[in-house]
């Protein structure tokens, strides 16, 4: 079965870090890029960062940069998502996906994790 499994979210407060996990299993990530995408309710799913299949290039939303670095280790299968000086506006529901290359459109992708919450809250 192919599935992606999204780890690491929690309730943390503002100017706090969390680490989000992408693991893929029934599937190589090696040949895949994996975008992150967020979901605050009644808002649009909106496109956080997106790291090509080697991981050498890395695109960010202008609202996580400088904040957010996304990273791959795909002898892990594995993508991950640093957030360092959370804030409240960050605080989503958190998707990772995998596709061909890097697009803030959802239908590009082809996989979904399920989904992860973060909450930035004092």
């Known amino acids: 079965q192919l599935q992606l499994v999204e780890s690491g979210g929690g309730l943390v407060q503002p100017g706090g870090s969390l680490r989000l996990s992408c693991a893929a299993s029934g599937f190589t990530l090696d040949y895949y890029v994996i975008g992150w995408f967020r979901q605050a309710p009644g808002k649009e799913r909106e496109g956080v960062s997106c790291i090509s299949s080697s991981g050498w290039s890395t695109n960010y939303a202008d609202s996580v940069k400088g904040r957010f670095t996304i990273s791959r280790d795909n002898a892990k299968n594995t993508v991950y998502l640093q957030m360092n000086s959370l804030k409240a506006e960050d605080t989503a529901v958190y998707y990772c996906?995998?596709?061909?290359?890097?697009?803030?459109?959802?239908?590009?992708?082809?996989?979904w994790g399920q989904g992860t919450q973060v909450t930035v809250s004092s």
């Open positions: 996906a995998s596709g061909l290359y890097c697009s803030d459109n959802v239908d590009q992708y082809d996989y």
